[in-house]
């Protein structure tokens, strides 16, 4: 499967976002930072081995741009990719936009994660129809826009949907399959949803919205994830719970479930594993 994680304004948590769907599942996968603009992954994560470095330079997601230009196979991307936590590598996302000017064709970046034996959850950061990375969104099983909760981040939001559904329903002759999720504490977690799905209902047309999903406000959940810190204690982070629920609703999702449909079932499931945020 490969998820494509993105947002509109001030990438509010998709990088968060993509690395909590990584870590929170005992399913191998690839977490490629494939923001075109860049990204600051490999600093921001400790590599394992318990010395507190960050992750060696290279290879980032532009070393797989560039030998998925020549040939792809389904190891290609976990060949780029750094051990990080048990069943989870991560292909860091280069430094700055300038770095990225000389691959002018993200498609078969695509094609190399669309073909990955493992699952993989690529961070796309901030997109908009003309994005180079819209070939890995419209190649995803589904597309996760992150958002906040105020009235003006969803409405952005919408407003990108309308706009990014056709186009990446062009390319892949048939309308994405969107999951929002929404960055919120669990304690109004219920009410957010509700109030999202109401805003985001009229969007149905412009895609296959497949509910609402939504990660917890955790910051130290973040920080227990960017050490590397996923087991014991910190498998029952708000953070690291959502994610897993947000696991389940995408991997239903593929399967096309109707609008609305899991909206309660999450906040109910995360509920009654006692989880505060």
């Known amino acids: 499967m490969l998820i494509a994680v993105c947002c509109d304004r001030g990438a509010p948590g998709s990088t968060t976002t993509s690395l909590a769907l990584g870590v929170s599942t005992p399913e191998p996968t690839i977490v490629v930072e494939a923001d075109p603009y860049g990204g600051d992954l ?66 078969p970046l695509a094609e190399a994660l669309r073909a990955s034996a493992s699952r993989v959850v690529a961070d796309l950061g901030r997109i908009h129809s003309s994005s180079p990375s819209i070939p890995v969104a419209a190649a995803a099983d589904v597309v996760v826009m992150v958002t906040r909760p105020e009235v003006g981040a969803v409405m952005h939001l919408k407003d990108r949907l309308e706009r990014l559904a056709p186009v990446l329903a062009n390319i892949r002759n048939a309308p994405p399959i969107v999951v ?7 304690r109004i977690a219920g009410s957010v949803l509700e109030h999202v799905g109401r805003m985001l209902a009229p969007s149905n047309a412009a895609g296959v919205i497949a509910g609402i999903g939504w990660i917890a406000l955790d910051p130290t959940g973040v920080e227990a994830i960017h050490a590397g810190q996923v087991g014991g204690k910190n498998e029952r982070t708000p ?39």
């Open 42 to 107: 490999a600093l921001g994560c400790v590599a394992p081995g318990g010395h507190g470095e960050a992750f060696p330079p290279t290879p980032t997601v532009l070393t797989l741009a560039t030998e998925a230009r020549t040939s792809v196979t389904p190891g290609l991307a976990a060949s780029k990719a750094h051990e990080f936590t048990g069943s989870t590598r991560i292909v860091p996302g280069h430094f700055s936009a300038e770095q990225a000017a000389g691959v002018k064709n993200w498609a």
């Open 180 to 186: 929002p999720v929404v960055v919120t504490p669990k």
């Open 239 to 277: 953070l690291l719970r959502s994610a897993g629920v947000l696991n389940d609703q995408i991997n239903q999702a593929a399967g096309v479930g109707p609008y609305g449909a899991h909206e309660a079932a999450a906040v109910d499931a995360y509920a009654g594993q006692g989880g505060e945020a």
